[in-house]
């Protein structure tokens, strides 16, 4: 009889802490109290949930944010490209310039700056018909490749 009570005693406390932890106000009626616990369970999986999609999220935000920015106008005579990161992105000339190359696109003026950022500004194909979206598009498969020789 004594280890049938020390269970029950056992059982009632356990129920307590549970009903304590999960904030249940179910009175002392322990279908209640697990009842309670099983909701305060699905909560904390859904919250879960949540804030592994804000992390993705913002994981996806960052790394958008951390590529560099393209823009390729069209001017009178020829082209103007223009690559902007915040960050320094050692090695990326190179794979632009070979990309200019394989265009055929001959640079007539550009500045760079691979200091703290990354920045080029590039004024080229002075006598050369070069469709704009194609020079950003290989602009961008030319950062690609070397964000994927960067791994």
Same mark, same amino acid.
């Given at each position: 009889? #004594?280890? =049938? @009570?020390?269970? =029950?005693?056992?059982? %009632? @406390?356990?129920? !307590?802490?549970? =009903? /304590?932890? /999960? *904030?249940?106000?179910? !009175? +002392?009626? *322990?279908?209640?109290?697990?009842?309670?616990?099983?909701?305060? +369970?699905? @909560?904390?999986? !859904?919250? #879960?949930? =949540?804030? *592994? @999609?804000? +992390?993705?999220?913002? !994981? %996806? /935000?960052n790394d958008q944010k951390s590529l560099p920015q393209v823009t390729v106008e069209t001017l009178e005579k020829g082209l103007l490209v223009n690559v902007f990161s915040n960050k320094c992105c050692s090695g990326l000339l190179v794979f632009i310039l070979e990309t200019f190359e394989e265009l055929g696109l001959s640079v007539l003026e550009a500045r760079v700056s691979c200091a703290d950022c990354f920045r080029l500004q590039? #004024?080229?194909?002075e006598n050369q018909v070069i469709d704009a979206q194609v020079v950003k598009q290989a602009v961008w498969q030319a950062i690609n490749h070397w964000n994927g020789s960067d791994d």
């Open positions: 009889m #004594v280890s =049938r @009570e020390k269970k =029950r005693v056992a059982l %009632y @406390e356990k129920l !307590q802490l549970l =009903r /304590t932890v /999960t *904030n249940s106000h179910a !009175q +002392i009626d *322990n279908t209640s109290i697990i009842l309670d616990a099983s909701k305060y +369970i699905e @909560e904390l999986k !859904q919250k #879960v949930e =949540r804030l *592994n @999609e804000d +992390i993705a999220s913002s !994981q %996806y /935000t590039a #004024v080229g194909g």
